[in-house]
């Protein structure tokens, strides 16, 4: 079974410039959640959305970030803009729709590492 | 806020030896998991606790929930230099709410 899928896996960009991320969960898995990881740091969480809904965007700066997860393709996280500081490994990982809510696992991909200019 | 605060947050150890990491919050949690995480690649996903006092074992990893299921320790035993990684507690909040641990930057000398 193919794992969570991330591409780019590098991405550059020069400043003021758009960066897109790509994240194509576990087969069967509808739920998807973005994260941001500084070197060396922990994980922030950015935003949850299920198949064409955001669910839960409170992680995510208001200005410039967008996430999409439409009905059929990968989920897309956009950074418009982008600035020395947006520069991180962004991660994103799936959760199935059924099972034990109890259990909350979330399955990772390896990354998006983006540098900025 | 929730948090839960890990600890140590650097450990160095020769192989071999043993040592254990801590989880700790003022919230209950419906469940706790354990990822690591090596350089250049995403957390993966060690175990899952649900039960208060709960232990788990994985090979020469041992993972315990708290029986108040606020907090949890993972203990490993005869350290190896493979074990070598970002160690990452988050605890389950709601039907898909993580609260993250910083996480422990473990190194295992040979």
């Known amino acids: 079974n193919a794992g969570v899928m991330q591409n780019p896996r590098h991405l550059v960009r020069r400043r003021g410039q758009e960066a897109r991320l790509r994240c194509s969960p576990m087969k069967g898995h509808s739920h998807v959640y973005w994260y941001r990881q500084l070197p060396e740091e922990g994980l922030k969480f950015m935003v949850y959305l299920q198949k064409e809904n955001i669910i839960d965007e409170s992680g995510m700066p208001k200005e410039r970030f967008s996430a999409e997860f439409p009905k059929e393709g990968p989920s897309i996280l956009r950074i418009q803009q982008v600035v020395r500081g947006d520069s991180a490994a962004y991660f994103c990982?799936?959760?199935?729709?059924?099972?034990?809510?109890?259990?909350?696992?979330?399955?990772f991909g390896p990354g998006t590492r983006l540098t900025v200019l | 806020t929730q948090l839960l605060e890990q600890s140590p947050q650097f450990l160095s150890i020769q192989e071999g030896e043993n040592l254990t990491v801590y989880c700790n919050s003022s919230s209950v949690f419906s469940s706790l998991q354990w990822y690591r995480q090596e350089p250049g690649e995403g957390p993966v996903l060690l175990v899952t606790v649900v039960t208060g006092g709960e232990v788990k074992k994985l090979k020469r990893l041992t993972f315990q929930f708290g029986d108040a299921r606020k907090d949890s320790s993972l203990h490993i035993t005869a350290a190896q230099p493979g074990d070598t990684g970002l160690y990452l507690c988050a605890g389950g909040r709601s039907n898909y709410q993580l609260i993250w641990g910083a996480g422990t930057k473990l190194i295992i000398k040979p």
């Open positions: 990982a799936s959760s199935p729709e059924t099972g034990a809510p109890s259990r909350n696992e979330q399955f």
